[in-house]
């Protein structure tokens, strides 16, 4: 819940830069990728304020979602905090996941074993 809200927080913060701060930024944006500083859609100020507010409701959009992504997390890890035996339930069957996996690995290393021997020139 922390990150997404930081998350949204540092967006927020970015459109509330003055338009001047921000089209000076755009411009330099331009300039070093060899464009005019000013191409001439974005000479009047609507147009800019425009972009910032579609920006803006792009990022807000991404922040709702890792909010919303958040949120479910943070309930999954309240379920399991607030009934310990489910989370010892997960422990013991992950536990048991790896036993079979551990004895799996073994048998089959053991068969590929005897397949060698067996092959082996004696």
């Known amino acids: ?3 997404a809200r930081r998350a949204a927080e540092e967006r927020l913060s970015l459109a509330e830069h ?3 701060e921000r089209d ?3 411009s330099w944006r331009r300039v070093s990728a060899g464009q005019p500083a000013a191409p001439e859609a974005s000479k009047s100020p609507d147009g800019d304020v425009l972009a910032l507010v579609t920006q803006l409701q792009a990022d807000m959009k991404e922040a709702a979602k890792m909010f919303a992504c958040a949120q479910t997390q943070q309930a999954s890890c309240d379920r399991l905090r607030s009934c ?3 989370a010892d339930l997960q422990a013991i069957e992950l536990k048991m996941g790896n036993l079979k996996l551990r004895k799996a690995v073994d048998d089959k290393r053991a068969k590929s074993m005897s ?3 067996a092959q082996a020139p004696q």
Do not use: V
């Open 84 to 86: 310990p035996e489910q």
């Open 24 to 26: 000076a930024e755009l």
């Open 1 to 3: 819940e922390s990150l």
């Open 18 to 20: 003055p338009l001047k």
């Open 115 to 117: 397949c060698t021997e």
